[in-house]
C-alpha cells in the first residue's frame, strides 16, 4: 500500500513538472490546433495561459496578444479581445488594419476613449482614408469643431478627391457658426460628388434654417406688435427667408431625389416649397 502511494506521488510530480515545463509556444501551437476545430472557448484558455507565460517572463509578444485578440472575438469575449488589441496598439504594432479592429472593438465594448486614442494614433502613422473617416465621424457627434477641422484638412491634403473630407471641413466650419465657409464646403464636396446626399442634405438644411429662423422671428415680432411699421418690417423679413429659402430648394430636391424615404428631407422640402 505504502508503494503504490509513492508511485501516485511520483506521477503526480511528474505531471506537475511537465506542465510547469510547458512553454508559451507550446500553449500557442496547441491553442491552435482547438482554435481549427472551432473550439473558441478552449483556444481563447489557452491563449490566456501563454500570454500569462510570456508576461511572467517580461515578454511582449505583439503576434500573441493579436491572435488572443481575434480568438476572443471568435469565442465572443470582446473585453478581452479590447484589453489584448490595446496591448497590440501600445506596442506599436505597424498595420493600419490592426488599428481598425482594435479600434472597432472599443467602439464595440463602448470604451470611446481607447477609440478616439487609437484612431489618433493611427492616422498620424498612415495614410488610410477609412481610418480618417472612422475619426472624423466620431468627431462631428461629440461636435468637437477643433478635431473636426484639423482631421478634415488632413483629409484634404492626402485625399484631395474624395468629397466627405470636403463635406467633414463644412461640418466642423458649421459648428464654429461660420455657415457661408460652411456653404463653400459643402459645395466642393457636392462638386467632387455631385450625388453626394450627406452635403446635399446639410447645404439645404443649413439654408432652410436660416431662412425658417427669420421668417419666425418675423411672424413673432409682428404678432406682438402689430403696426404698419411693424408689418413693414415682416414684409421686408420675410422677403430676406425667401432668398434662404431658394437657396435650400436645389439642395433639398436633389436629396429628397437621392433620400426619398427621408421624412426629415421631404417635410424640410415641402416647408419650402410652401413659403415661396
Do not use: W
Not at 459643402?186 to 447645404?203: E, G, L, T
Amino acid at each position: 500500500m505504502k508503494k503504490i502511494s509513492i508511485i501516485i506521488l511520483l506521477l503526480a510530480i511528474s505531471v506537475n513538472f511537465t506542465s510547469a515545463q510547458e512553454t508559451a509556444d507550446d500553449l500557442v501551437k496547441e491553442a491552435k490546433l482547438v482554435f481549427m476545430k472551432n473550439d473558441y472557448t478552449k483556444a481563447l484558455d489557452l491563449y490566456k495561459k501563454a500570454v500569462e507565460k510570456n508576461e511572467a517572463d517580461n515578454k511582449l509578444d505583439s503576434a500573441l496578444y493579436l491572435t488572443a485578440a481575434m480568438c476572443a472575438q471568435k469565442a465572443n469575449n470582446q473585453n478581452l479581445a479590447r484589453k489584448y488589441f490595446l496591448k497590440v496598439v501600445e506596442i506599436d504594432y505597424t498595420d493600419a488594419q490592426v488599428f481598425k479592429m482594435a479600434a472597432d472593438v472599443c467602439k464595440d465594448v463602448g470604451d470611446n476613449d481607447n477609440y478616439v486614442k487609437i484612431l489618433e494614433k493611427a492616422v498620424s502613422k498612415y495614410e488610410d482614408e477609412a481610418l480618417l473617416k472612422k475619426l472624423l465621424s466620431y468627431s462631428v457627434k461629440a461636435k468637437n469643431a477643433d478635431k473636426v477641422l484639423k482631421y478634415s484638412e488632413q483629409g484634404i491634403k492626402q485625399f484631395p478627391n474624395t468629397a466627405d473630407f470636403y463635406y467633414y471641413k463644412g461640418r466642423g466650419l458649421q459648428l464654429q457658426k461660420k455657415y457661408e465657409p460652411a456653404m463653400s464646403e459643402y459645395d466642393k464636396a457636392i462638386a467632387k460628388s455631385p450625388d453626394y446626399v450627406n452635403a446635399h442634405i446639410a447645404a439645404g438644411t443649413l439654408q432652410y434654417q436660416f431662412g425658417k429662423s427669420i421668417y419666425e422671428s418675423a411672424v413673432k415680432r409682428y404678432e406682438a406688435n402689430k403696426t404698419n411699421k411693424e408689418f413693414e418690417k415682416y414684409l421686408i423679413k420675410r422677403k430676406k427667408a425667401k432668398s434662404y429659402y431658394r437657396r435650400a430648394l436645389p439642395y433639398l430636391k436633389k436629396a429628397n431625389e437621392l433620400k426619398p424615404n427621408n421624412k426629415g428631407v421631404k417635410e424640410r422640402l415641402d416647408k419650402t416649397l410652401e413659403m415661396l
